[in-house]
């Protein structure tokens, strides 16, 4: 007897010959353990379960709300300035909790860890078939983070991986500085602080984010109206 469709099965058999003669039962064994039992001359399996379908799974968010004004984005990966409460939803007829795990690391703008959250953060409930868990990412990280759960049955279900990062925290206050080497000191006194194409001015714009880094910065530069054409002109470096 081949069992191909998913369901759970139980197979009861009563054996007799041509002259009504009821066959004696042997114990049916399956790796050294017995997988039935026999009253009255009929054996009874036990139940059998057929599982060819990996579970199915979603996670959702309760913040969708990411910066969509992004210059320099890791690729794949959003922002957003406050925190996230992820909800993990399994549905599977033999999902087993303890089957279920998730890797989620935070690090900083350095690459160094500030935070990791594992399968212990992983509190189920259940109503019938539908396993739920909720992780929250609070903290201030960029956060990779991997979810794969698989059956009694040992069916995996796809790799789930998102990359965000969370940062709730300004960067730090902007601070300009103006190149001036000893000779430019001397030379700013003689043409009273004016610059030529022989003697530009460099500005250097510094602020610093611990989680996500700076991204850009937005300058305008407004030129007098006596300037020539000629000096007028500005790069960026």
């Not at 909790?97 to 350095?110: C, F, K, L």
């Not at 000893?182 to 030379?187: A, D, P, S, W």
């Given at each position: 007897v081949t069992f191909k469709a998913d369901g759970k099965y139980s197979i009861s058999v009563d054996y007799k010959d041509w002259s009504g003669n009821e066959a004696s039962y042997a114990a049916a064994v399956v790796s050294g353990n017995a997988v039935g039992t026999s009253a009255d001359g009929v054996y009874t399996s036990k139940t059998i379960n057929v599982d060819t379908t990996a579970p199915v799974y979603k996670v959702t968010y309760d913040n969708n709300d990411y910066n969509k004004?992004?210059?320099?984005?890791?690729?794949?990966?959003?922002?957003?300035?406050?925190?996230?409460?992820?909800?993990?939803?399994?549905?599977?007829?033999?999902?087993?909790?303890?089957?279920?795990?998730?890797?989620?690391?935070?690090?900083?703008?350095?690459?160094?860890?500030?935070k990791e959250i594992t399968s212990s953060a992983l509190n189920w409930t259940q109503s019938g078939d539908t396993y739920t868990a909720k992780v929250e990412f609070k903290d201030d990280a960029n956060y990779t983070v991997d979810f794969a759960c698989e059956d009694m049955a040992s069916n995996n279900a796809a790799l789930y991986e998102e990359l965000f990062t969370v940062d709730t925290a300004t960067p730090s206050a902007v601070k300009v500085s103006y190149s001036q080497n000893?000779?430019?000191?001397?030379?700013n006194k003689i043409t009273f602080g004016f610059y030529n194409k022989n003697k530009p001015l460099t500005v250097t714009l510094e602020s610093e984010d611990t989680t996500s880094g700076v991204d850009y910065f937005d300058v305008s530069v407004v030129t007098e109206g006596s300037v020539s054409a000629t000096n007028e002109n500005v790069s960026d470096n």
């Open positions: 004004d992004v210059k320099s984005a890791e690729a794949g990966r959003k922002y957003y300035k406050a925190g996230r409460t992820a909800t993990i939803e399994v549905t599977d007829k033999n999902f087993r909790t303890d089957e279920a795990s998730i890797t989620a690391v935070g690090v900083d703008v350095s690459g160094k860890t500030v000893v000779l430019e000191k001397v030379l």
